[in-house]
């Protein structure tokens, strides 16, 4: 289920900003200094908010970001090979 909220644009430095509505937070269980992952769809010209799985302690960060930045490239292209 979606539910819609209007929230201001602010501007913190040099950056846009927008407050995440306190049900939101509670729903996504997410804290001041939490990372989270902002999703831009430029076909449905929205973007989407989600809550970032800590990782465990035998996991590298960096072996993560890795890993992400291969399926951002090639995500698409491994999922059509998956269909084959």
Not at 35 to 45: G, H, L, M, P, T
Not at 71 to 77: A, D, E, P, V, W
Request: no cysteine; glycine share 4%; hydrophobic share 30%.
């Amino acid at each position: 289920m979606a539910y819609e909220y209007n929230r201001k644009v602010n501007q913190t430095g040099n950056s846009l900003t927008v407050s995440i509505p306190s049900e939101v937070v509670k729903q996504l269980g997410i804290q001041k200094g939490d990372d989270v992952s902002v999703i831009y769809e430029s076909s449905a010209n929205e973007f989407i908010v989600k809550k970032r799985p800590s990782l465990p302690e035998n996991v590298r960060p960096e072996i993560v970001s890795a890993l992400d930045k291969v399926m951002t490239r090639y995500g698409q292209t491994l999922s059509n090979l998956k269909d084959r």
